[in-house]
């Protein structure tokens, strides 16, 4: 349902986006992270079966290492492919680790914009969209990641090169008010826009918001018309935020790369977190929407 529209029941398709993996957590932290390619495939098509419609994917090395390499993300994305027809989303965000971090010299890190833009060769029908430029603090290091208004040109421009839909990924109000409303309104994307909302990651990345309900709400009231709105939250957030979306007409995503834990001291699999949301969707009255279902909500062509 795009923002500004009003919806008297909760009788709607509701869009479950698996994310498998994500570009910080390590295998030492949960057994049950998938980052090789035929784990990603086995994970996303589990999921698939519990109900997500949309695979938000990071790509990984050999060696665990974050990466963007498309021949990487091709691999992945053709094994997935092959098993269901889930919509395919690759990270131009990439991680924290691996092959995104440029050593500068003076203490910090960078996040590597040229190995980002390979998010968008490997063939994905969406990619995540992160036109902000922030610090993430992860594994003792500060990584810069630098996305300035020409950046964001660039990244965008290559997505609609390649007839990729941007999923607008944001972290705070200022996120949607400066960068992607302004790129929407060149032009760079069609009706409806989709605008997935982090919150909860405000220990890890600076300027990020925390989890509330009223976080929530102004960031809804910030979105530009014609939005549809996903909500992810990071760790024990991850509950409440997209139990939350969900009444507020909103989408939801869930994964091992948002949470490991599916409660306290247990550790949870990607299948069982769709599943979980698909049931709490369920008792709210939502339908859940398929693939199909959700290209035709997002105005994408089946995939060939």
Same mark, same amino acid.
């Given at each position: 349902m795009p923002h500004g529209s009003r919806d008297s029941s909760l009788n709607r398709k509701l869009i479950i986006t698996v994310a498998p993996t994500g570009g910080m957590a390590a295998k030492s932290q949960s057994p049950h992270l998938p980052t090789q390619p035929a784990e990603i495939a086995a994970s996303v098509a589990a999921s698939h079966r519990e109900g997500a419609a949309i695979a938000a994917l990071h790509a990984r090395r050999p060696d665990d290492g974050a990466t963007c390499n498309d021949a990487i993300y091709r691999d992945i994305?053709?094994?997935?492919?092959?098993?269901?027809?889930?919509?395919?989303?690759?990270?131009?965000?990439?991680?924290?680790?691996?092959?995104? $971090?440029?050593?500068?010299?003076?203490? !910090?890190?960078?996040?590597?914009?040229?190995?980002? !833009?390979?998010? =968008?060769?490997?063939?994905?029908?969406?990619?995540?969209?992160?036109?902000?430029?922030? =610090?993430?603090?992860?594994?003792?290091?500060?990584?810069?990641?630098?996305?300035?208004?020409?950046? =964001?040109?660039? !990244?965008?421009?290559?997505m609609v090169e390649r007839g990729i839909k941007p999923e607008w990924e944001v972290f705070s109000p200022t996120h949607i008010l400066q960068d992607v409303t302004r790129l929407i309104e060149k032009g760079y994307d069609k009706p409806p826009y989709y605008i997935n909302m982090v919150l909860g990651a405000d220990k890890g990345f600076q300027g990020a918001m925390p989890y509330s309900h009223d976080v929530l709400a102004a960031m809804i009231a910030a979105l530009p018309p014609q939005s549809i709105f996903c909500v992810s939250a990071i760790g024990p957030a991850q509950l409440p935020a997209t139990t939350q979306a969900m009444l507020l007409g909103g989408h939801v995503r869930v994964g091992l790369e948002d949470n490991l834990y599916y409660r306290r001291g247990e550790?949870?699999?990607?299948?069982? $977190?769709?599943?979980?949301?698909?049931?709490?969707?369920?008792? !709210?009255?939502?339908?859940? %929407?398929? +693939?199909?279902?959700?290209?035709?909500? $997002?105005?994408? %062509?089946? +995939?060939?």
């Open positions: 994305n053709q094994r997935i492919r092959a098993e269901c027809d889930i919509i395919i989303n690759n990270s131009t965000g990439g991680g924290s680790s691996g092959d995104m $971090l440029i050593d500068r010299g003076d203490g !910090l890190y960078e996040s590597d914009f040229a190995e980002r !833009l390979k998010g =968008c060769e490997a063939g994905a029908e969406m990619a995540t969209f992160d036109g902000m430029t922030f =610090c993430d603090v992860h594994g003792g290091k500060e990584i810069v990641v630098v996305t300035p208004p020409s950046r =964001c040109e660039t !990244l965008v421009k290559r550790l949870a699999t990607n299948e069982q $977190l769709v599943a979980r949301t698909r049931r709490i969707a369920t008792e !709210l009255g939502l339908e859940i %929407a398929t +693939p199909g279902e959700a290209r035709d909500m $997002l105005g994408l %062509a089946p +995939p060939t």
